[in-house]
């Protein structure tokens, strides 16, 4: 109970300070409004990308270029894209001439290059100063390989499994059994893009999400300010003083970054609602349970930087960087679509990508998962961990 | 004893900020502790306290070690810190009913108690409006009173008139001194020896991480004697006359400062007749007589060699 009044005890400091609530709460829906906006007409809906032609350039002739055009052809992909087939040196010409847009080419020995277990991959053209379309495509190249060579190390080990046990094994047998198992991992690409209840997010959707997750990580200063504050007001001396566990004072400041985290997510999913039409699901109550696990790893981090850094305004401006660069990684500023691959990998740093991920895939019609909720619940869980044990260890060694 | 302190000492590195300090408190008392800036006061109030980790020594409160009983002694003590420790966006009543459930508090019982401190230190006109809209010493009085929520034993407060206007000054001092008959325990620390002559009734003299001198204020005169101190003003300092009560055996010392002739004897009264006399033989008129009885400043300095505030 001491914790949860320490928390309201905050909260009410905190909702007093009409300056930081405006920043926590005005700043991300108007740049919600300015990023929605500009990216809206070529964002990934695919009614306002509109359709587009796109050059498939086929120099592997095998099976998994087959697999690729089967993908391209379901209904969602063919509703975006309009395939036409042709050359290398046709669609460079006509990409030159500015009559073509984007260009996929599946290179000679894809196919047999991805069945040898070597790293291949797709390429795709672009007219110079385009950039959204390509990122389309690139996004839908970059999955299929990624799909495929999944598949091939699956089926590898699989196989190697098989042959320690038994050193009666077909190798063309093997190979064939790893086609197969290519082939229904294909399959169910396939199904999952044109997966009927799974629509593309808007560019309003996206930017509600990746603001509310940027600036709840921001408005999670407050556990570090609010801390700073009662140790330079002597109030954390004081309630050292009183017959209060180091353990609810951690927790009560855990708890106050939750409550204002909380509360903000709900003030922006309502504002974006009403004001933009944002939807953010179906059921409301998941949202709601998904803003609160974000609001979890925020808090955890929070609670962390507070034990490590010192308290000062060079540890506030610390985590003001940290937000900024969980924001450029994670993909609050610009989708990460169009990032490098070694990016996009390194994205799954920073929080920000998984409450993107999280939300997006809400809006996108998906129920809230244990893949979405557990990533977030266990940087909170262990941040606060460590946090407090350092927290308690040095107010119990001063 | 409601709290004892045992061969508490507090080494920083190299440094000895308290050094086997002992003392112990009995119901109902007032105890002061005095002493200069940097003497090891606030560091002995933050180990009682366990806001700091004692290198050797222990703390007992209404009979709990603090170190294996932390929320129960604390439960017995009222903290007043040395500086204000409230939050300014609340009012007095948000403030005080936050720190009484830090102490265990809830329900009627704490509006009713945070209703009752709130006219103990005479703020209860104020109670809806924020501590940023009060004045140094009202913040005080709020200070002081979140400290008495939770009717603790024994209240120990740290230096809490620093920065005060003489009238809150005051009103602070009439306040404890009713709490302290009223029957609660007070330890009282300070570097204002008037303070703690007027609040205490047993005192110990602390310099340098030490406790120096303990006892009641009389007890404490003794140490430098019944010496008294005059200083007279008078119209002028002709040659011989300083050589001349140097010589009378009624007084101590003879010296001549910026504020007159500064006389010690033991009778006051004889010294005064006697230098009058001189006086007159030398035709000096004497325009003002003060006579400062022995107090714990002269205690201070007798035992330390410097003054209180050096």
């Known amino acids: ?398 | 004893m409601i709290l004892e302190v045992k061969n508490l000492s507090k080494s920083f590195k190299d440094k000895k900020a308290v050094d086997q300090i002992s003392f112990g408190v009995k119901e109902g008392e007032a105890y002061g502790l005095l002493g200069p800036n940097g003497a090891g006061k606030s560091t002995t109030i933050g180990m009682i306290f366990g806001l700091l980790k004692p290198t050797t020594g222990e703390v007992v409160v209404n009979g709990f070690p603090l170190i294996k009983q932390p929320e129960q002694a604390k439960s017995c003590m009222g903290y007043v810190p040395q500086e204000i420790a409230l939050y300014p966006e609340l009012t007095a009543t948000e403030n005080l009913t936050y720190w009484g459930r830090m102490y265990g508090l809830g329900g009627a019982k704490l509006a009713q108690r945070v209703a009752e401190v709130l006219q103990i230190v005479g703020l209860s006109d104020r109670a809806k409006s924020t501590i940023e809209t009060f004045s140094g010493g009202m913040k005080r009085r709020v200070n002081i009173a979140a400290a008495l929520l939770h009717e603790p034993k024994v209240l120990i407060m740290d230096e809490p008139t620093v920065g005060v206007d003489p009238q809150s000054r005051n009103h602070i001092l009439e306040t404890v001194k009713k709490l302290n008959a009223a029957g609660l325990t007070i330890v009282y620390t300070s570097h204002y020896m008037e303070e703690v002559e007027f609040l205490c009734t047993r005192i110990g003299i602390i310099d340098h991480g030490k406790i120096i001198a303990e006892g009641t204020v009389p007890e404490l005169r003794r140490i430098v004697g019944e010496v008294a101190t005059l200083v007279l003003q008078v119209s002028s300092l002709p040659e011989g006359l300083l050589a001349t009560l140097h010589g009378l055996s009624e007084l101590n010392t003879v010296a001549a400062t910026l504020e007159g002739l500064q006389i010690t004897a033991g009778d006051a009264a004889q010294a005064l007749a006697a230098v009058t006399q001189v006086l007159a033989d030398y035709r000096v008129k004497l325009r003002s007589v003060d006579i400062k009885e022995a107090n714990l400043e002269a205690v201070f300095l007798h035992l330390t060699g410097r003054a209180l505030r050096d």
Not at chain 1, 197 to 209: D, E, G, K, P, V
Not at chain 1, 230 to 238: C, F, G, I, S
């Open chain 1, 1 to 398: 109970m001491k914790a949860l009044h320490i928390a309201i005890k905050d909260l009410l400091i905190t909702l007093r300070d009409w300056q930081g609530m405006l920043i926590f709460l005005v700043m991300p829906m108007v740049l919600t409004a300015i990023l929605g906006a500009a990216m809206n007409s070529n964002f990934t809906d695919a009614p306002s990308l509109g359709q587009f032609e796109m050059a498939l350039i086929d120099e592997d002739d095998g099976e998994l270029a087959v697999a690729l055009r089967a993908v391209l052809d379901t209904p969602l992909l063919k509703s975006l894209i309009r395939v036409i087939e042709m050359t290398e040196a046709e669609a460079i010409d006509r990409i030159a001439a500015g009559k073509l847009q984007v260009a996929l080419v599946v290179p000679q020995g894809f196919t047999s290059s991805v069945y040898a277990g070597n790293d291949a991959s797709l390429m795709v053209l672009k007219e110079a100063g385009s950039s959204l379309r390509p990122m389309v495509v690139q996004g839908i190249a970059n999955s299929f390989v990624e799909y495929v060579s999944a598949g091939r190390i699956a089926a590898s080990l699989a196989v190697r499994q098989a042959m320690l046990g038994s050193s009666n094994i077909d190798p063309m047998q093997t190979a064939g059994h790893i086609v197969e198992q290519l082939h229904a991992l294909i399959l169910q690409f396939r199904e999952e893009v044109a997966e009927p209840h799974r629509s593309l997010i808007s560019a309003f959707q996206y930017y509600a999400a990746a603001m509310a997750v940027m600036f709840m990580m921001s408005a999670g200063g407050v556990g570090l300010e609010s801390i700073a504050v009662e140790k330079r007001n002597l109030t954390w001396e004081r309630l050292m003083a009183s017959p209060t566990s180091p353990v609810y004072m951690i927790l009560g400041k855990f708890l106050t970054v939750l409550l204002v985290n909380s509360l903000q997510f709900m003030v922006l999913m309502l504002g974006t609602t009403l004001l933009y039409k944002v939807s953010w699901g179906d059921n409301m109550l998941m949202v709601v349970a998904a803003g609160v696990c974000y609001a979890v790893a925020v808090s955890g981090l929070s609670l962390l930087v507070a034990a490590l850094l010192p308290l000062s305004k060079a540890g506030l401006g610390v985590w003001e960087i940290g937000v900024q660069a969980c924001a450029a990684l994670g993909g609050s500023m610009v989708p990460l679509i169009i990032f490098p691959k070694v990016l996009q990998q390194m994205a799954r740093l920073s929080p920000n990508f998984w409450g993107i991920r999280m939300f997006t895939a809400l809006m996108g019609g998906e129920t809230l998962q244990l893949t979405h909720v557990l990533p977030l619940l266990a940087i909170g869980t262990v941040a606060l961990c460590i946090g407090a044990g350092h927290l308690v260890f040095k107010q119990r060694s001063a």
